[in-house]
């Protein structure tokens, strides 16, 4: 089996999961900035998280042979601040060009509060600015459904954002239709509590189609699981999905959308 994890919160892992990830057929990670399990109280303690995302973490990753890519931003759980969110967006163009850093994301809402879409207009001013691909954080449970047709309008809105650019990320039974209606990307993160379970996440593949979607574990500081990914997949056969069939899940639907970012590349193989 191989497979992308798209979606994964390393900073937040120990070095086994990294092993652990590529036993199992991890063929690269892509890291979203986003909290950290703490709030930040200053720009420079964020400056220092994008030198972790954008320096240390890929070494880390390198002694395992895995290629690691990152995206940055100000996450909106930590968006209320709008002055100090002002700050940390103006440190962005710095680390931009930096070779594993893949655009902006995980952005989006949390709350759906007024300053929290001030600083997602902010942040999609950014990517236009410079040309990024857009990854985007959509709320939990009750706020999903209205927080995700915001965040889509707010993007139609901008006018300067091609949908293709864009992965919805997070997304549910009642959530992906209006996601890829749009022309969006979507992805459907795999935890053991909440948010969508194996079972879930394959029944919305089998409603919707795998043209434009993605999985991924986005194990982060929480109850998540690394493997959740390669864990679907062998559901995935149990169910009768074909290996090529799954295979273009879990590995091309994710170089597809990455490799709009030309930085996106795989050591082993030349990417199409
Ligand atoms: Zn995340």
């Not at 601040?81 to 070779?99: H, N, Y």
């Not at 459907?188 to 991924?216: H, V």
Request: glycine share 6%; with cysteine.
């Amino acid at each position: 089996m191989r497979y992308i994890e798209p979606h994964g919160h390393m900073v937040s892992r120990v070095t086994d999961d990294y092993q652990d990830m590529v036993t199992a057929g991890c063929a690269a990670v892509c890291e979203p900035a986003f909290w950290a399990g703490y709030d930040r109280r200053t720009a420079s303690g964020f400056e220092d998280y994008f030198r972790q995302l954008t320096d240390s973490e890929p070494k880390r990753a390198a002694r395992y042979g895995l290629p690691h890519f990152c995206w940055l931003c100000i996450n909106p759980k930590e968006s209320e601040d709008v002055g100090l969110a002002r700050d940390v967006i103006s440190l962005i163009p710095q680390f931009i060009d930096g070779p594993n850093v893949l655009g902006i994301g995980e952005i989006g809402l949390n709350k759906n509060s007024r300053n929290e879409v001030t600083v997602l207009e902010m942040h999609i001013d950014l990517a236009a600015r410079h040309d990024q691909l857009i990854l985007v954080h959509t709320p939990h449970l009750e706020d999903k459904f209205k927080g995700t047709r915001l965040i889509l309008d707010l993007i139609q809105a901008d006018g300067r954002i091609r949908p293709e650019r864009v992965l919805i990320d997070h997304v549910e039974e009642h959530t992906a239709r209006m996601v890829l209606e749009r022309g969006h990307w979507g992805g459907m993160t795999l935890y053991p509590i909440s948010k969508c379970t194996p079972a879930r996440a394959i029944d919305i593949l089998d409603l919707y189609g795998s043209d434009r979607l993605w999985l991924n574990s986005a194990c982060d500081w929480g109850e998540s699981v690394p493997l959740a990914v390669p864990r679907t997949a062998l559901e995935m056969r149990r169910r009768g999905w074909s290996p090529s069939a799954i295979d273009r899940v879990i590995y091309q639907n994710p170089i597809r959308f990455l490799s709009q970012c030309p930085k996106f590349k795989l050591p082993s193989e030349s990417v199409t």
